[in-house]
């Protein structure tokens, strides 16, 4: 027998608090797993919240990987309670043109660039840029290859499937799809760490609900947010070389705004739909 059907509303609900528990109870366990020791008789509170702190800056991938594996498995499970397969309770199915795939990418490339120019070029209470830095800098640990699989693969599939997928759905019947767009970027940008990492990243998740909007598809919508977390690493090397030649990095600022107008433009042209299906 078939789950009945659920408020939108506490879908909405249920999606964010999986999210957030998800993440703190994976802090949790890693925290335990490597850090036995480290709470030992004598020691103060104040040491002992460094001391998870920091083995929760040295795991932060695996951190990630594990809720984002419980998330995946929660929302498998939300879908089989509805005799429904994961892709097709989340949106997944549905494919796009293969121009809207590129120019997806495209787009998401250009927006990583522009908006980590943007960062560093506004200037942000230094106590802001510290915590941002801080929480940049974990997601960079000494395992390249899992960052590489956690920030750029599954990530932005785990985060698209209940942003753009199940939230935004639920929204679309609470609300007008342009109200729905907004809404589920907001809440996409509240569940990350500091306050200049909440700020772009509900702008790129806007971003990013647009596409879905105008496509009806959640596949350009990973590639983008795959593209947008990968552009780290070409980043980094343009860092590196360019990073101190206003003249070059003026040209990249200027033309990635340019870039992601054009995508998105493009995007908007060429999808067939604007309309949602609410589920």
């Known amino acids: ?3 009945p059907r659920q408020n ?3 879908r909405i609900i249920i999606c964010v608090l999986l999210m957030l528990l ?3 109870a994976a802090a949790f366990a890693i925290v335990l797993f490597n850090g ?3 709470f030992a008789e004598g020691m103060t509170m104040a040491e002992a919240d460094a001391a998870m702190l920091e083995i929760m800056y040295d795991h932060q991938t695996e951190i990630l990987l594990v809720s984002h594996g419980v998330v995946l498995a929660c929302l498998w499970f939300m ?3 509805r005799g429904r397969t994961l892709p097709d309770f989340t949106g997944l199915q549905k494919r796009s043109k293969t121009a809207v795939y590129v120019l997806a990418a495209a787009a998401g490339l250009a927006a990583a660039f522009w908006a980590t120019i943007a960062v560093n070029l506004i200037p942000w209470p230094e106590a802001w840029m510290e915590s941002y830095q801080t929480e940049s800098g974990a997601l960079s640990t000494a395992k390249p290859a899992l960052d590489f699989f956690v920030v750029v693969l599954l990530g932005p599939l785990v985060e698209e499937l209940v942003f ?3 939230i935004y759905d639920a929204f ?3 609300v007008p799809a342009g109200a729905a767009v907004v809404f589920q970027g907001l809440l996409f940008g509240s569940i990350h760490g500091t306050l200049i990492w909440m700020l772009y990243a509900a702008l790129m998740g806007c971003l990013i609900g647009y596409v879905r909007k105008r496509t009806d598809s ?3 919508c990973i590639l983008m947010h795959m593209a947008f977390n990968g552009a780290a690493y070409p980043f980094g090397w343009f860092a590196d070389r360019f990073g101190q030649d206003s003249a070059t990095v003026t040209f990249v600022f200027i033309g990635s705004a340019l870039v992601l107008l054009l995508s998105m433009y493009g995007i908007s042209c060429r999808s067939d739909s604007g309309k949602e299906t609410k589920i």
């Open 172 to 174: 679309c019947a609470l």
């Open 79 to 81: 879908a089989h309670r």
């Open 8 to 10: 939108p509303f506490m």
């Open 164 to 166: 753009r997928g199940v």
């Open 22 to 24: 998800s993440q703190t």
């Open 218 to 220: 959640l596949r350009p």
């Open 36 to 38: 036995g020791t480290l």
């Open 1 to 3: 027998m078939k789950a």
